[in-house]
Nanobody
Framework: QVQLVESGGGLVQPGGSLRLSCIAS????????LGWFRQAPGKQRELVAA???????NYADSLTGRFTISRDNTKNTVYLQMNSLKSEDTAVYYC???????????????WGQGTQVTVSS
């Protein structure tokens, strides 16, 4: 059963922006969303950005400055603001999370179903 749910993907023109959201499913918190990975066809899944419950962040070096990750601990939601999108950003974006995440944890073993982001003119 899917316990992390992504939203906000879609088709956008180069240079445009999208905002992705990830939230734990259900009315009771069971998993803490912590970050985002992406995977393009024929490529390995790669880290995009992560954010611990204390607000500490980790970004892929190539994406720093264009993407911004944030979280709302009250809503148990993680966001990914993507600006200046390029065609090479086209991929399925997956939310990553963990049960009983500590305040400093940046990675987990749970995944969402993925949301497609397509950047094309």
């Amino acid at each position: 059963q899917v316990q992390l749910v992504e939203s906000g993907g879609g088709l956008v023109q180069p240079g445009g922006s999208l905002r992705l959201s990830c939230i734990a499913s259900g009315s009771i918190f069971s998993i803490y969303p912590l970050g985002w990975f992406r995977q393009a066809p024929g490529k390995q899944r790669e880290l995009v950005a992560a954010i611990a419950r204390n607000g500490n962040t980790n970004y892929a070096d190539s994406l720093t400055g264009r993407f911004t990750i944030s979280r709302d601990n009250t809503k148990n939601t993680v966001y990914l603001q993507m600006n200046s999108l390029k065609s090479e950003d086209t991929a399925v974006y997956y939310c990553n999370g963990a049960k009983f995440a500590s305040w400093v944890q940046l990675r987990g073993d749970y995944w969402g179903q993925g949301t497609q982001v397509t950047v094309s003119s």
